[in-house]
């Protein structure tokens, strides 16, 4: 009897915990209600159709195709994912904030955005070629779009690089950008890749050097191997 009282204890403790998770993430809920300011993007709706207005939380649970437009996002407003993605355009970014899983493939990039810190493999940019070395193979980066990525960056951001970055040109760095990876005891730029490199950027080329640091432009990592 005592073993059956336990069982019911635990399910209804197990149940209740369940409910308070869901909960609070109610974003994950179809009944969700957008919060102040939030707008919820409908994915019967084109996404430019959404996202002009100023100063509001657009929240993208749904996979948008731009179908290859420009849109441009409302001023001083917040991009939040939460499981959608954007592909397939060009995104014009206004004094803008991305937070949450941000998911953005096969986009161009313009304008300024405002976060503080950035993961890199929030765009994907393989440009769908392959860089092999002895056994090791990985994707090719677009430099383009590397590049406009870089230039949406306020000064002082940390870029932070969670995979390897194959890269066949060289790029401008034109503020304070700050690198950083994953292990603080391995460096992040690479003149030769290594079956055991995880992540960082690896030159695929002969040019000289990946970043070229121009006037007012300045590169800090957390080492050079």
């Given at each position: 009897m005592k073993k059956i009282v336990s069982l019911l204890v635990l399910s209804l403790l197990l149940f209740c915990s369940c409910d308070t998770l869901l909960e609070a993430s109610p974003i994950g809920n179809s009944?969700?209600?957008?919060?102040?300011?939030?707008?919820?993007?409908?994915?019967?709706?084109?996404?430019?159709?959404q996202?002009?207005?100023?100063?509001?939380?657009?929240?993208?649970?749904?996979?948008?195709?731009?179908?290859?437009?420009?849109?441009?996002?409302?001023?001083?407003?917040?991009?939040?994912?939460?499981?959608?993605?954007?592909?397939?355009?060009?995104?014009?970014?206004?004094?803008?904030?991305?937070?949450?899983?941000?998911?953005?493939?096969?986009c161009n990039y313009k304008g300024n955005l405002t976060n503080d810190e950035v993961n890199l493999d929030w765009f994907n940019f393989d440009n769908g070629g392959?860089?092999?070395?002895?056994?090791?193979?990985?994707?090719?980066?677009?430099?383009?779009?590397?590049?406009?990525?870089?230039?949406?960056?306020?000064?002082g951001t940390q870029l932070n690089i969670n995979k390897i970055y194959a890269i066949n040109k060289p790029v401008k760095i034109t503020k304070k950008i700050y690198l950083k990876g994953a292990?603080?005891?391995?460096?992040?730029y690479a003149s030769m890749i290594t079956q055991n490199m995880d992540y960082g950027f690896f030159?695929?080329?002969?040019?000289?050097?990946?970043?070229?640091?121009?006037?007012?432009?300045?590169?800090?990592?957390?080492?050079?191997?």
């Open positions: 009944n969700y209600e957008p919060g102040e300011n939030e707008v919820l993007l409908d994915s019967s709706k084109t996404f430019a159709s996202v002009g207005d100023s100063e509001k939380i657009y929240v993208i649970r749904d996979t948008f195709d731009l179908g290859k437009a420009e849109v441009s996002i409302g001023k001083n407003s917040i991009l939040k994912f939460a499981g959608g993605s954007v592909k397939n355009g060009t995104v014009v970014f206004n004094n803008t904030k991305i937070t949450g899983y941000p998911n953005f493939t096969a392959t860089y092999s070395y002895y056994s090791i193979s990985v994707p090719k980066q677009d430099p383009v779009i590397f590049q406009q990525i870089l230039d949406c960056l306020k000064s292990d603080k005891s391995e460096g992040i030159n695929c080329d002969s040019f000289n050097s990946l970043f070229i640091v121009e006037n007012g432009g300045e590169i800090s990592v957390q080492g050079l191997s």
